[in-house]
């Protein structure tokens, strides 16, 4: 099993940038693709960047703002944010799939980290 632990989240103002960290546990890190997702108050949860082993999808709100990458060494994912926007305010969460079917399936999911940006 895996448990993530997301961190990083905070207050910035618009135009700053934060990096989230997703720490896994367990030794299968390697084999799963790790996703971040967001929630706004009032939303429905959204999805914002994938990284398989090195393949990287990002939502359309986000592409050449944030950049999701990975050490599988420390067994961590992280989720660099620049130029960030009022809207960019969520609860970032980072989930794992174990890309053992063409669609994902993310079966893990960290408790989230609160990002506010002040405009």
């Known amino acids: 099993q895996v448990q993530l632990v997301e961190s990083g989240g905070g207050l910035v103002q618009a135009g700053g940038s934060l990096r989230l960290s997703c720490a896994a546990s367990?030794?299968?890190?390697?084999?799963?693709?790790m996703g971040w997702f967001r929630q706004a108050p009032g939303k429905e949860r959204e999805f914002v960047a994938v990284i398989r082993w090195s393949s990287t999808f990002y939502a359309d709100s986000v592409k050449g703002r944030f950049i999701i990458s990975r050490d599988n060494a420390k067994n961590t994912v992280y989720l660099e944010m620049n130029n960030l926007k009022p809207e960019d305010t969520a609860v970032y969460y980072c989930a794992a799939d174990r890309m053992l079917r063409l669609s994902p399936q993310y079966d893990f999911w960290g408790q989230g980290t609160q990002v506010t940006v002040s405009s």
């Open positions: 367990g030794r299968t890190f390697n084999n799963y693709a």
